[in-house]
Nanobody, 119 residues
Framework: QVYFVESGGGLVQTGGSLRLSCAAP????????LGWYRQAPGKQRELVAR???????NYVDSVKGRFTNSTDNAKNTVYLQMNSLKPEDTAVYYC?????????????WGQGTQVTVSS
């Protein structure tokens, strides 16, 4: 079963923008904190934005002021608007709950969406 479907990635130049989407029809946004994560080549996956059930969002320092999360509860979809992109933002981006959802001792990561920022 697929719990998270990410889309919207692509290749952009430094300073460009992308808007990522994550559909999560099986996840209750009302009862779960959500997260946008990314994994760059050779690095561990990191949480870049944490969306609380109360509506607030915390961002890691490296993306503050550039990334903005939004939520469409009717569509069970979250979005990540990424502006002023930098080469160091290059990674595969995922969404999941925070902490990441595991079901029957299995991870629920989606396929992610590749973001590549050229210098």
């Amino acid at each position: 079963q697929v719990y998270f479907v990410e889309s919207g990635g692509g290749l952009v130049q430094t300073g460009g923008s992308l808007r990522l989407s994550c559909a999560a029809p099986e996840i209750s946004f009302r009862f779960n904190d959500l997260g946008w994560y990314r994994q760059a080549p050779g690095k561990q996956r990191e949480l870049v934005a944490r969306m609380y059930t109360g509506g607030s969002t915390n961002y890691v320092d490296s993306v503050k002021g550039r990334f903005t999360n939004s939520t469409d509860n009717a569509k069970n979809t979250v979005y990540l608007q990424m502006n002023s992109l930098k080469p160091e933002d290059t990674a595969v981006y995922y969404c999941n709950t925070d902490p990441p959802l595991r079901i029957n001792n299995r991870d629920t990561w989606g396929q992610g969406t590749q973001v590549t920022v050229s210098s």
